[in-house]
């Protein structure tokens, strides 16, 4: 029974996964972290699920990022260890075949940031604090936001962000390419679901071919992508999916895509 993780399906093989820590404002114990790497991998294995959406409980925080009163306890080797969990945890989240939106809720900073920053898609509310604010506590972002976040909005602007500690609002980080959308506070989740029905109405073998594709092809030369996105068709030629989709374009009609 997890206690620091909610789940739930809605319609159209959409997923939740809340971040269950409202007190604590989400902040990533261990307990959370081990939670939420097991929910993932329970993900991977659903071919059921065609997106997920990923917030946090309550209207103050989607996460704050570690959490530092248990960190305070621990060792310097714990605390090493502490950091892998996160990045494990992080890395298994964007290692997901199905497409994941993170919806912001509310403040994510720090390692909640660097959540968000391995979804697909980040939508937030227009209450939303947004930073990677490690540097301000004498570390560094040590799950990925020293690398994750320059490949999003720019070296440059990441490197302000990061020396400054820099807390952003939602309409800011709109506008530097780090969201998507934003909403009000209370119609969040709605779009959230409106985007999660969207990619599901689609072939959710392509999808996950082409998020593949994305991901690997944005740190290589053009013509590795390339190769990339050629074998990744081809994997998609044979699937009944492809032949449901010629086939409703002749009908006139919706297709209906059953992931095979």
Not at 27 to 41: G, R
Not at 58 to 69: I, P, Q, T, V, Y
């Amino acid at each position: 029974m997890k206690e620091n993780i909610l789940v739930s399906n809605i319609e159209n093989g959409i997923f939740f996964i809340t971040l269950n820590r409202p007190e604590a404002a989400n902040a990533l114990s261990i307990q959370l972290l081990n939670e939420l790497k097991d929910t993932i991998n329970q993900c991977k294995a659903d071919r059921s699920i065609r997106c997920i959406i990923l917030s946090g409980s309550g209207e103050r925080a989607f996460c704050a990022g570690a959490d530092l009163k248990e960190r305070s306890l621990m060792t310097d080797n714990q605390v090493g260890e502490a950091v892998a969990l996160i990045g494990e945890c992080i890395h298994s989240l964007e290692e997901l075949p199905q497409p994941v939106i993170a919806a912001i809720n509310g403040v994510a900073l720090g390692g909640g940031l660097e959540i968000a920053l391995a979804c697909d898609l980040i939508i937030a509310s227009d209450t939303a604090k947004i930073g990677l604010t490690e540097t301000s506590l004498g570390i560094i972002p040590g799950a990925g936001g020293t690398q994750r976040l320059p490949r999003l909005i720019g070296l440059a602007k990441a490197k302000e962000l990061i020396y400054t500690a820099r807390k952003l609002d939602a309409m800011e980080a709109f506008q530097i390419g780090l969201i998507q959308y934003v909403t009000k506070a209370d119609l969040l989740k709605g779009k959230a679901i409106e985007i999660a029905e969207k990619i599901a109405l689609n072939a959710p073998l392509a999808i996950q071919q082409a998020k593949k594709c994305m991901n690997k092809g944005i740190d290589v030369d053009l013509k590795t992508g390339l190769k990339f996105e050629r074998l990744a068709y081809e994997t998609i030629i044979p699937t009944k999916d492809r032949l449901e989709g010629l086939q409703a374009f002749k009908e006139k009609r919706l297709p209906r895509f059953i992931g095979q």
